[in-house]
Structure formats: structure tokens, C-alpha cells
């Protein structure tokens, strides 16, 4: 059964696979966009018979959609600058090795100087 697409804002979530994630995935993991930008991407939402989104399965890994909510305020700015919800340091360090730059995440990164 399909929800109808709305302005409904999901986040990408990797559970942890932060290490050996896909180069496909790498630019929209922890992103928070609405149902409609994630489709125009190639995504596709596929709901259990209660309503709840299916996981995807890319390259033999798991990831889901994990909605959103503009009353969380850290969602809010994720969503409003587009920048990744990523808060575990360490995941923030492995996509820093992955090619990412600190500007791209909502979390401020504490540099030693600090």
C-alpha cells in the first residue's frame, strides 16, 4: 500500500555502514529531503501493509528513510541548509575520509586548536 507523496521530509540512514558505503550513496547519506526529491533522485518508497517504509537494499547493504520532523530544530536546519544530520563523531571522520568537507554536516566539528 502507497502513501501518497506530500511534503513529508525523510532522512537517508545508513546504520553504521559509514566505512563501506557505496560511492552512490556517499552524497545523500544522513540528508534529510522531501519524499518528492528523493524520488526525482531514483529512490523509491515502498510501504509494509502498516504503513511503514520498506528498507532499501543497495549493493548488498541495507538503508532506510527515516522521517523527519521540522519541530526537532536540529532537523530543521539539516533541512533547510541541506547539510548531513550526521552527530557521531566517528561517522563524521569516516566520511571525512570518504571526501567530505566539515561544511557539509548541521554538528560543529571540534578541531584540536578549539
Not at 561517522?91 to 554538528?107: K, W
Request: glycine letters at 4%; proline letters at 4%; one cysteine or more.
Amino acid at each position: 500500500m502507497a502513501k501518497p507523496a506530500g511534503l513529508e521530509y525523510y532522512l537517508l540512514e545508513c546504520w553504521n555502514q559509514y566505512a563501506d558505503l557505496p560511492d552512490a550513496l556517499l552524497l545523500y547519506v544522513d540528508r534529510i529531503k522531501t519524499r518528492e526529491e528523493w524520488e526525482k533522485l531514483g529512490f523509491t518508497f515502498e510501504f509494509n501493509k502498516y504503513g511503514q517504509i520498506r528498507k532499501l537494499k543497495i549493493e548488498n547493504r541495507y538503508f532506510s528513510f527515516i522521517q523527519a520532523s521540522q519541530s526537532n530544530p536540529l532537523e530543521k536546519e539539516a533541512i533547510r541548509t541541506g547539510k548531513r544530520l550526521t552527530s557521531n563523531p566517528l561517522h563524521i571522520a569516516m566520511l571525512l575520509e570518504r571526501g567530505c568537507s566539515p561544511s557539509e554536516f548541521v554538528h560543529a566539528i571540534k578541531t584540536e586548536e578549539e
